[in-house]
Structure formats: C-alpha cells, structure tokens
C-alpha cells in the first residue's frame, strides 16, 4: 500500500526555523517527484515545488522560491521541506504528493497525497 | 499560467447533473487534472489528462476539454460529492491550482 506519512503540527515563533518531513512507503520512492502544496486557513491549494528524489532534481514555484528550501534523503525514503526564518503568514497546512514521473516532462498528475502538517506561526 | 474556476460555489441537490469549468490563460493541450478536496482531509485525484478516470474513481464523473477549456461534470449528485474541487494545469512548472468550487448541497 502506497502512503506518505507527514511530521506532526508545528508551533513556532516568527523568525525561528523548522523542517518537516514526508515518508513514503509501499513503492519505490526514488522513481516518483514529490510535490508540496500548501493550504492556507479557508483558502485554496498552492503549488509550492517538487522535487525528484532519484536525482534531487528540483523545481520551485517563483512565489515561494528564496524562501524554502526542498530535500530528500533516500536512504530513508523521506522528502523534506524547509524555512530558515518563519513568518506569521507560513501559517498554514502543507501537504505532500507524490508524482508518477513522465520522461522528459513534468508530472501529469498527483496521486497520493500525505495527511498534512499544520504550521501555527505566533509570536 | 493562471486557472479560473467557475464558478466558486454552487448549490445542487442530490441526483442533479453538475459541471464545473476551468478556463486556462494560455493553451496547456490536455495537460489538466481535477481533485476533489473535503473538510479536513487532503485532496483526492479524480481525472487526470483532462478526461482519463483515476482508478476506483466513480463513472458519475468525467472529464472532457483541450486548449483552454475544461469541465469537470458529475452526472448524478451523491451525498459524498458535496466538497471543493480544483483543477489543476501540469504542462508547465509552476503547476498551478485553479482557486477551487465549492459544492454544496441545496
């Protein structure tokens, strides 16, 4: 059975830093993208970037670029998102995706979906 | 590229037949797929490739468009469809999110 299990929710300070993870299991991890889409409270979805962890290929969304930063470890089947310095408007859920690759094209579709991790950002 | 949804809300009753339009601002061929996102949950892949049926995905939804016009129909509400959907283009990167359509019951 395909899942990606998502850390748990997070409370921070403006300012601070934090990673959180995605850990896919049931497949082969290295030959899919993992896509991060963020869901701000009572807004719509977010493209945030994607990222291949075969190669650790990764594309950002402008809107988001300079201020996050995407990984992977294969070794554990975990993709990651990061900020250095938190703002209240990171407040939101973020979701990881997996993507079937497509040769020589961008993922046509997400298919499976982690359970989310809220982010609270409160001074 | 941008997506505009349409329209933002809607209210049917169960059984109706139901269509929802997504308009690209540039031509993205078949490249669209739809997810249907309830309270509280993460989205689900309905279509992707504009009309092809996720697997264990109910034949009441389809798909159909190129170009710059898609629809998302529903053929006979269920109770279980009341929820927000959103397309989404995947031919170029960022892979943008329409703003979404809620349905909800009349």
């Known amino acids: 059975e395909v899942q990606l299990v998502q850390s748990g929710a997070e409370v921070k300070k403006p300012g601070e830093s934090l990673k959180i993870s995605c850990k896919g299991s049931?497949?082969?991890?290295?030959?899919?993208?993992i896509g991060w889409v963020r869901q701000m409270p009572g807004k719509g979805l977010e493209w945030m970037g994607i990222?291949?962890?075969?190669?650790?290929?990764?594309r950002y969304n402008p809107s988001f670029q300079g201020q996050i930063t995407m990984s992977v470890d294969k070794s554990i089947s975990t993709a990651y998102l990061q900020w250095s310095s938190l703002k209240a408007s990171d407040t939101a859920m973020y979701y990881c995706?997996?993507?079937?690759?497509?040769?020589?094209?961008?993922?046509?579709?997400?298919?499976?979906w982690g359970q989310g991790t809220l982010i609270t950002v409160s001074s | 590229i941008q997506l505009t949804q349409s329209p933002s809300s809607l209210s049917a009753s169960v059984g109706d037949r139901v269509t929802i339009t997504c308009r690209a601002s540039?031509?993205?061929?078949?490249?669209l797929a739809w997810y249907q996102q309830k309270p509280g949950k993460a989205p689900k892949l309905l279509i992707y490739?504009?009309?092809t049926l996720q697997s264990g995905v109910p034949s009441r939804f389809s798909g159909s468009g190129s170009g710059t016009d898609f629809t998302l129909t529903i053929s006979s509400l269920q109770p279980e469809d009341f929820a927000t959907y959103y397309c989404?283009?995947?031919?170029?990167?960022?892979?943008?999110f329409g703003q979404g359509t809620k349905l909800e019951i009349k």
């Open positions: 989404q283009q995947v031919t170029s990167y960022p892979q943008t």
């Open positions: 990222i291949y962890p075969g190669d650790s290929d990764a």
């Open positions: 540039q031509g993205i061929s078949n490249y």
């Open positions: 049931g497949y082969s991890f290295t030959n899919y993208w």
């Open positions: 490739v504009a009309s």
């Open positions: 995706a997996r993507a079937p690759s497509v040769a020589g094209a961008p993922p046509y579709y997400f298919d499976y």
